[in-house]
């Protein structure tokens, strides 16, 4: 996660569906995490509730 979110770019997060892309790329990696830990997704969505920008 934390090569993902280093590789955005302010502009990239700035409106709702590049927030949304972000949200499905980490989901999408934390799934493939948990399926080789313990060969199951386990983890059906994701949220943020905040984002900060620097």
Same mark, same amino acid.
């Given at each position: 996660?934390?090569?993902?979110?280093?590789?955005?770019?302010? @502009?990239?997060?700035?409106?709702? +569906?590049?927030?949304? +892309?972000?949200?499905?790329?980490?989901? +999408?990696?934390?799934?493939?995490?948990?399926? @080789?830990?313990?060969?199951?997704?386990?983890?059906?969505?994701?949220?943020?509730?905040?984002?900060?920008?620097?």
């Amino acid at each position: 996660l934390l090569l993902l979110f280093s590789d955005q770019q302010g @502009q990239d997060i700035k409106d709702t +569906k590049g927030k949304e +892309k972000l949200r499905k790329d980490a989901l +999408k990696a934390l799934q493939g995490v948990m399926k @080789q830990i313990v060969d199951d997704e386990s983890i059906e969505d994701l949220y943020f509730t905040s984002y900060f920008v620097e």
